[in-house]
């Protein structure tokens, strides 16, 4: 943990999903429940979306005309996103092109529902923590909107579901509560938090393929450790193609096997075939 209170920002893997919460025109300044600033975190979701995530999952509210949460119903809140309606879409610059699976919540009239994960009542489940542990993803990252709401719900239930959870803090807006106020509030829950312009400028400073093969040939070359580079070259690539990524990924680990092998300097021949096809991709 930092001394703003963030944690020290993540390298992100395919064993990462990222969860974009309610990004609708409702909830856009102007909408029937607009939440200040949800419009100019749009850009910064949208450069995240292009980030090499196992998953990327979108929820939208999609209510009945007389959802129990509307205050014509006695509720807290104004009419918003009622199913079908231009309000319940997803703002049109939401860059949806690597959304894999969008979820829909609060569809039941009686009952709320704020976290991507079940409803308020906790009697329904959306099937997401089935469908992220199906795409071996163990951590995941939420953004949107609203942080006080709906952004904490989908987070402790994140950890509550066994998921190492993140929340980017300056991709989320709050209706009421300060960010610093939210933050620690979630920390003391086991919910991590990070800036997403820090992670995004840690993934943009990657080296290409044949980057790392030369760093790690050379090191081999001087008897230096392969594993250390290994592990610290996955951690810096950065790859929008997915499958190069995972084939990068699978021959940086074989590497740091055959370092955890006694034999290890009798497998230089394999290494550098390795160094190779990291070389090629």
């Not at 979701?45 to 990327?56: A, D, M, Q, V």
């Not at 163990?138 to 239930?157: E, H, I, K, P, Q």
């Amino acid at each position: 943990m930092t001394a703003n209170g963030h944690s020290e920002t993540p390298f992100i893997t395919p064993a990462d999903a990222l969860l974009i919460i309610d990004m609708q025109v409702d909830f856009m300044p102007g909408g029937e429940l607009g939440v200040a600033g949800a419009d100019g975190v749009v850009p910064l979701i949208n450069r995240l979306s292009e980030l090499p995530f196992g998953l990327i999952a979108a929820t939208q509210d999609w209510h009945p005309s007389d959802h129990v949460s509307f205050d014509m119903q006695g509720g807290p809140w104004p009419e918003h996103c009622v199913a079908g309606t231009k309000g319940a879409a997803l703002v049109p610059d939401l860059a949806q092109a690597h959304i894999g699976v969008v979820l829909r919540k609060g569809m039941r009239p009686d009952t709320d529902s704020y976290s991507a994960f079940e409803d308020n009542a906790r009697t329904s489940r959306t099937g997401l923590d089935g469908l992220l542990r199906g795409r071996g993803i163990n951590r995941v990252f939420v953004v949107g909107v609203a942080l006080d709401y709906c952004v904490a719900a989908t987070a402790r239930d994140a950890v509550r579901a066994g998921f190492a959870t993140v929340v980017l803090t300056d991709a989320c807006r709050s209706v009421a509560q300060s960010v610093a106020a939210m933050q620690a509030g979630l920390v003391s829950e086991g919910v991590e938090t990070a800036h997403a312009v820090d992670l995004l400028a840690l993934m943009d400073r990657a080296l290409t393929p044949r980057e790392i093969a030369d760093q790690l040939e050379a090191l081999l070359a001087g008897r230096s450790y392969v594993q250390a580079i290994a592990t610290r070259a996955l951690k810096i690539f950065n790859s929008h193609d997915r499958p190069r990524f995972k084939a990068l990924s699978d021959a940086l680990m074989e590497l740091v096997t055959m370092d955890a092998e006694p034999e290890f300097e009798l497998d230089r021949n394999a290494i550098l075939a390795i160094i190779d096809t990291i070389r090629s991709l």
